[in-house]
C-alpha cells in the first residue's frame, strides 16, 4: 500500500489513468496498467469486463480534451477503497461537464483496481 492518503490515492490514480487514455497509445496496455485482467467495473447497473472497459476507451479519446477530479471523501485500506468524488471534463467542442461519482472498490496487492461499482449523477452547471 502506498503512502499516499485515500484522497490523494484516488485522484492519482484517476487522473493518471486519464492521462495515459488521453495520450493515447495501446488502450489495452492502458488498461492492464491500472486495472486486473479480471476487472469488474459496474457503473450505474452497467457492467463492464476488461475488453468493455478497453472498448469504452476510444469515445473517451475522441472526445475528452482534459479531466480533473476533485475527491470530496475517501477512506482506504489495504485492499477496498471508497470515496466520492467529482470529475470535471472539457470535451473537444469546448462543452464543460461535471459528473458527481460514488464509488466501492476492491484493490488487488499491487494496486491495481479488481473491481468497483459506481452511482454517477450529472452535476454539470447549465
Known amino acids: 500500500m502506498s503512502n499516499l492518503s485515500a484522497g490523494e490515492f484516488v485522484a492519482d490514480f484517476f487522473e493518471s489513468f486519464t492521462r495515459a487514455v488521453v495520450a493515447g497509445g495501446d488502450a489495452a496496455a492502458v488498461v492492464d496498467r491500472y486495472y486486473t485482467p479480471d476487472i469488474e467495473q459496474i457503473a450505474d447497473g452497467i457492467t463492464l469486463d476488461r475488453q468493455r472497459l478497453i472498448d469504452h476507451l476510444r469515445p473517451v479519446r475522441k472526445n475528452v480534451v482534459s479531466c480533473?477530479?476533485?475527491v470530496h471523501e475517501a477512506i482506504r485500506t489495504s485492499d477496498r477503497v471508497a470515496a466520492r468524488f467529482t470529475i470535471h471534463a472539457e470535451l473537444r467542442r469546448g462543452r464543460k461537464i461535471a459528473?458527481?461519482?460514488y464509488l466501492f472498490g476492491e484493490l488487488a496487492p499491487d494496486g491495481r483496481m479488481r473491481r468497483t461499482t459506481q452511482a454517477t449523477r450529472d452535476v454539470s452547471t447549465r
Do not use: Q
Open 68 to 70: 480533473s477530479y476533485d
Open 99 to 101: 459528473t458527481e461519482v
